[in-house]
Structures are given as structure tokens and as C-alpha cells.
């Protein structure tokens, strides 16, 4: 007696070549969605790369904008106190012929206040023969003297001032050539 069906093939005998044009197509199928995969994730790379490159502009944005702001409000606070550091000023002239112990007082004093300002940026503009500077200096006398070059100031009315390189009032001059 014969065993098997009446094609004469055994069962199963062409699985092999089935089962190979099915691995062929899985791997076909899982290769194109590693593809899909690593295209998405690169995309994700990059929006996530974006995302932080923004946000460090933002930061640092943020950042100049502050100290921006520190600098402006530290700009008006200061001009509101020059009226009292000129007449601080004058009164140190003033004093010059007085009692040692007042003289000294208010030596101090102004001593201490052209400190504290100084520590928070502000500076003198020393324009005492130096050139005149239109940015630092405020010209409301000329002079033709001949004996300069250029313009230079030669006497001081009111001192100027200014922070981080911000003129806050320009120094108030004579100007001779």
C-alpha cells in the first residue's frame, strides 16, 4: 500500500519555498518600518534639537533683557540723585574755609556717597583738558585761545557723569582752541 495523496507529493513538501518568500516579504516589511522608524526619529532629533537651540536664545534673550533693565533702572536712580551729589559738591567747596570738624563731616559724608553710587556704576567723566567730546561733554563757552590743536576743555561747570559706558549727564564745559 502507497501512502500519500494522488498529486504524489507529500504534505507540506513545497514549505520550504513558502516559507521563504514569506521571510523575504516579513524582512521586506521590517526593514520598511526601521526605515519609517529612523526617518521619524531623526525628525524628532532635529525638532527636539530646534526646540533646545531656542530655548538657549530665549535664555540668554531673557538674560541681556535683564540685565538691560538693571542697568536702565540703576540709570534713572542715579539721575534722580545727581541733584543732591552736586549740591554735596558745593558744599564740600563751601566748607573748605570752615571749621576742621565740619569740613571734615561733610568731606566724609560725600566721601561715603560718591562710593556707594561708584560701586553700583557710576562713574565720573574727568573732562579737565581733555578733549572735547560731544558723547561726555556739553560745550557753553568757546574760547579761541590758539594755544591747542583742538578743542579741549579748559574749565569744568558741572561734572558729568555715567554708567556702563551710558552717558547719564554730560559734563557741562568750557571748550578752547
Known amino acids: ?7 504524489g507529493s507529500e504534505p507540506g513538501s513545497d514549505a520550504p519555498e513558502d516559507l ?6 516579513a524582512a ?9 522608524l529612523a526617518s521619524e ?11 533646545q537651540a531656542d530655548f538657549e536664545n ?15 533702572a540703576v540709570a534713572r536712580f542715579v539721575e534722580q540723585l545727581l541733584p543732591v551729589l552736586d549740591a554735596f559738591e558745593q558744599a564740600v567747596v563751601a566748607v573748605a574755609e570752615a571749621d ?8 566724609l559724608a560725600f566721601g561715603e556717597f560718591v562710593t556707594v553710587l561708584g560701586r553700583n556704576g557710576l562713574e565720573r567723566i ?26 579741549v576743555v579748559v574749565e569744568v561747570f558741572r561734572t558729568g557723569y555715567r554708567t556702563s ?6 559734563a557741562m564745559v568750557k571748550v578752547a582752541q
Do not use: C, N, W, Y
Not at 521563504?20 to 516579504?25: G, Y
Open 126 to 151: 574727568e573732562a579737565l583738558g581733555a578733549p572735547f567730546d560731544p558723547e561726555h561733554h556739553e560745550a557753553v563757552l568757546h574760547e579761541d585761545t590758539g594755544e591747542h590743536d583742538g578743542p
Open 58 to 72: 530665549f535664555r540668554k534673550r531673557a538674560q541681556r533683557d535683564v540685565a538691560v533693565a538693571g542697568d536702565q
Open 20 to 25: 521563504t518568500a514569506d521571510l523575504a516579504d
Open 165 to 170: 559706558d551710558r552717558v547719564i549727564r554730560p
Open 1 to 7: 500500500m502507497t501512502t500519500g495523496d494522488a498529486s
Open 41 to 51: 526619529r531623526d525628525e524628532m532629533r532635529a525638532a527636539a534639537q530646534r526646540i
Open 100 to 107: 576742621e570738624a565740619v569740613r571734615k563731616g561733610v568731606e
Open 28 to 36: 521586506e516589511a521590517v526593514e520598511a518600518d526601521l526605515d519609517a
